[in-house]
């Protein structure tokens, strides 16, 4: 069975791609914010990087898991779409 039809990795690429869409607007805010010499106060710098690391999680943990289990279901010939 090929990976293509498996349930996990649309799952996967729709969890990366939303994890980066997060991960680069928050750099995007912060590296703007930082040339125009804007200072953040601490509850909203703490905002900030919380959630970039939302997105950072979404793109190395979850996107990770997900692409190792359809790996592992398309191996088996698991989970396939109809």
């Keep these: 069975m090929a990976i293509g039809k498996s349930k996990l990795l649309s799952w996967f690429f729709g969890l990366c791609n939303v994890g980066l869409i997060i991960t680069i607007g928050i750099f995007l805010w912060r590296g703007i914010a930082e040339v125009k010499g804007i200072v953040f106060t601490s509850g909203l710098d703490a905002t900030i990087s919380g959630i970039a690391g939302l997105g950072h999680i979404l793109l190395g943990v979850v996107g ?11 191996i088996k010939g698991e989970n396939t779409k109809k």
């Design 64 to 74: 990770i898991i997900l692409f190792f289990l359809a790996l592992k279901r398309a």
